[in-house]
């Protein structure tokens, strides 16, 4: 069990600095993806800067927590995308909620419950 979560772990950090990556080449067209344009070069450094970094951060500790199997190192990622969720709950609260946001949000609800799995089930 504990391998299968750390397989599990593994490619949900890949998966995220992949994303990362993204971001990172090409911001404009990632960024449009998950609904984000960019606005000049502002935009752009702000879509590599804060995005990139937010899944680069939550990708790289996940998938370090599961090489090393260690709880600790996915404390920030559970941290990172529990923020991430109630940001998108706040906006279900105050503009209503839309067809389009319901896939993030169980996305980031099943990724908490992963990263919230492994903290507990890991080694410290």
């Not at 090489?67 to 209503?96: C, E």
């Amino acid at each position: 069990m504990r391998l299968v979560l750390r397989l599990l772990l593994g490619v949900i950090g890949l998966l995220a600095l992949i994303l990362a990556a993204r971001l990172w080449m090409d911001p404009a067209m990632a960024g449009a993806k998950l609904g984000v344009a960019a606005n000049g070069p502002l935009g752009m450094a702000t879509l590599r800067a804060d995005l990139a970094g937010f899944f680069g951060v939550a990708g790289g500790l996940t998938l370090a927590g599961a090489i090393r199997s260690d709880a600790k190192l996915l404390t920030a990622p559970m941290l990172l995308i529990g923020a991430a969720l109630t940001g998108r709950v706040v906006t279900v609260i105050a503009m209503g909620l839309k067809p389009e946001m319901v896939g993030p949000m169980v996305v980031e609800a099943v990724l908490l419950v992963v990263l919230a799995f492994g903290r507990r089930t890991l080694k410290a």
